[in-house]
């Protein structure tokens, strides 16, 4: 059994974009839900969101195994920009791109009281998209993306970058993101880590990869981590 999260240790949350501050999982289905429409005649009452968001989440599992494949061989450089343009090409597309229900939210209240980065395996081109495009940047106090350090999540480089930049020890950082990459990278890092459902990831996978804590949604941290904070 994993460790429970102890609140009182964290100062500082690293997050994730994609499935965690993202609705990425929502706008890959509608993507492919429109390449399926073509055969819609062939699904029962010619509905294909069913099976296109079926498609999405079954193929998180393999990619996520590739990204860890390249970061072990050392690859990065080679495979990542292949899933970035093969799968991520939505990820230069924000402007179709919408935001979990109550980040913007759960972002103003958990600033008050917590320093703030993101890591990510975006692009940096595609995280400062994302960024400004949603007037997010002001949030942040890092930003650690694919390109950041040598090598990227899994590895626990850029969250360790992270919170040097931050000058604070590992320990009273906490990753939350929606894959187990994200806290594979918290665990061999040594931060706590919360997994969010909000996303691709499922809840006992995310407790296989060593979440201290599993949330349906990023939107739910402030209640969590600020309990005696008025709920959004």
Avoid: Y
């Avoid at 997010?136 to 040097?164: D, G, I, N, Q, Y």
């Amino acid at each position: 059994m994993n460790k429970p999260l102890d609140p009182h240790k964290i100062q500082a949350l690293c997050l994730d974009i994609d499935g965690t501050l993202a609705d990425t999982d929502e706008h890959l289905t509608e993507r492919v839900t429109r390449l399926l429409h073509p055969l819609r005649f062939f699904f029962n009452n010619r509905d294909v969101s069913v099976p296109a968001r079926r498609l999405v989440m079954a193929a998180e599992t393999p990619v996520n195994a590739l990204v860890v494949l390249a970061d072990r061989l050392g690859l990065d450089d080679l495979i990542l920009p292949m899933l970035d343009g093969m799968l991520g090409s939505h990820r230069h597309d924000d402007h179709q791109t919408k935001l979990i229900p109550g980040i913007q939210q759960a972002l103003e209240s958990l600033q008050e009281r917590f320093r703030l980065a993101i890591v990510t395996a975006r692009t940096q081109h595609a995280t400062d998209a994302f960024l400004d495009g949603f007037s997010l940047r002001s949030h942040f106090e890092c930003v650690a993306t694919a390109r950041t350090c040598s090598r990227t999540k899994p590895h626990p480089a850029p969250l360790l970058w992270a919170a040097e930049r931050m000058k604070l020890p590992i320990e009273a950082c906490l990753m939350v993101g929606d894959t187990p990459i994200d806290i594979r990278t918290g665990v061999a890092a040594g931060s706590q880590t919360i997994g969010v459902l909000c996303g691709f990831g499922e809840k006992d996978e995310l407790e296989s990869a060593g979440a201290n804590l599993v949330l349906e949604s990023t939107s739910q941290l402030p209640g969590v981590l600020m309990p005696d904070a008025r709920s959004l």
